[in-house]
């Protein structure tokens, strides 16, 4: 990993103190490890910074251009952080977002707390709905979206990858028998929804690829919390994303079935709107949530 400006940081302490060891004391580290940060800087630069002697460091000519540029860089460095800092903390006004039932509940109400305590100012307005909205028509800041992108002018950053799972409860199995082949699901009560198309689909696997199989049920909903419940409930079978049904299957409350045939992946992205002038408002949130989402994305 580059870390041009740590090694900049350790240098001007060096220099600033006169001696390793006393920089090493400031910045809690050996003096050996800073002794071999500087031979390695001196090796990727190709010059020598200082002239080592018993009694004192001394900068050679290179090592006083490198170390008063250094701290000018720094200088500015922490200027940067100042000013976003300050930002962040003024960063007020309300973020509109769209976003699914289960991934608005499992994933992004959990931050929430944390957020609000870090930015104060900011207004969350959170729309969770499964269907696809328009976000201009809307005034949607934010969307989070499962699927494949559509062209558009939105800016997209990548949350992760969900699965699909087919699943049910293990009364439901245990009543009406587990199915061994995509032929058997004409037999059986499939948990669907009722936004994508007229005549619920699940996308399966047959002899390498992906094919809409039309499945037949007594529930079409327009959210995954829904058919998860009624899954749970052993109303039928299901296909949910992974991160929507992980702790129900961790618990046993429901079982895969079809494992080999059921999976295929689509990537969740945070689309949202401002081209290259993003308000800040909108990049404060974006900036703090991200990194949590993917986080849980990857079931870290």
């Not at 931050?111 to 104060?120: N, S």
């Not at 989070?144 to 062209?151: P, W």
Request: proline share 3%.
């Amino acid at each position: 990993m580059d870390n041009r400006a740590g090694e900049m940081l350790v240098f001007v302490r060096v220099v600033d103190a006169g001696s390793f060891s006393q920089a090493a004391r400031q910045m809690l580290m050996t003096p050996s490890t800073v002794s071999k940060l500087i031979v390695r800087l001196e090796l990727r630069l190709g010059v020598r910074l200082l002239e080592r002697s018993t009694r004192k460091l001394s900068l050679t000519d290179e090592g006083r251009i490198y170390y008063e540029r250094s701290i000018a860089l720094l200088a500015d460095l922490d200027d940067i952080e100042r000013v976003l800092a300050q930002g962040a903390q003024k960063a007020h006004g309300t973020v509109r977002i769209n976003t699914s039932v289960a991934f608005g509940t499992l994933a992004i109400e959990p931050h929430l707390p944390a957020f609000w305590e870090a930015h104060p100012n900011i207004q969350i307005n959170l729309a969770l709905s499964d269907d696809i909205v328009d976000m201009y028509l809307d005034r949607t800041d934010i969307a989070f979206r499962v699927g494949v992108l559509s062209d558009s002018t939105l800016r997209a950053k990548k949350i992760g990858s969900a699965r699909r799972k087919i699943v049910a409860s293990p009364s439901y199995l245990q009543r009406c028998g587990v199915p061994e082949t995509l032929e058997d699901l004409s037999r059986h009560n499939c948990l669907s929804f009722n936004f994508l198309r007229s005549c619920p689909v699940w996308p399966m696997h047959q002899s390498g690829r992906i094919i809409d199989r039309i499945v037949q049920g007594n529930l079409q909903a327009n959210n995954g919390e829904t058919v998860r419940r009624m899954a749970i409930a052993g109303v039928g079978i299901a296909r949910l994303a992974d991160f929507h049904i992980d702790e129900d299957l961790a618990t046993g409350r429901l079982v895969e079935v079809l494992a080999s045939t059921g999976h295929d992946s689509e990537e969740v992205h945070a689309l949202y709107q401002g081209g290259h002038h993003v308000p800040q408002r909108i990049r404060t949130f974006l900036d703090f949530m991200v990194p949590r989402l993917q986080k849980f994305m990857s079931r870290d």
